[in-house]
């Protein structure tokens, strides 16, 4: 399985932390997020933290590995950031 860009495979989780301008900037990225989530029935760990970082986490915990669905959403996830 290709690790999507700008992504790491972190305790068997596709990880990936953003850094925005501000802690308002942080949280429209989020619900940016939201909808994508919410369309695939995939939701990701999400972190906000430092004020204006977000940490995303994925991995499919039916199957309790990452998955081709993990890594669409990370890809869908880029294409917001």
Not at 35 to 47: K, L, M, R, S, V
Not at 75 to 81: D, S, V
Request: no cysteine; hydrophobic share 40%.
């Amino acid at each position: 399985m290709k690790t999507p860009e700008n992504w790491i495979i972190e305790n068997d989780q596709l990880t990936r932390t953003f850094e925005l301008k501000n802690f308002v900037e942080a949280v429209e990225f989020v619900k940016k997020i939201v909808p994508i989530a919410e369309e695939a029935q995939h939701h990701p760990d999400i972190e906000i933290f430092s004020y204006k970082k977000v940490k995303i986490k994925l991995m499919s915990h039916d199957v309790g590995e990452i998955t081709d669905r993990d890594v669409n959403m990370a890809e869908k996830i880029n294409q917001i950031a």
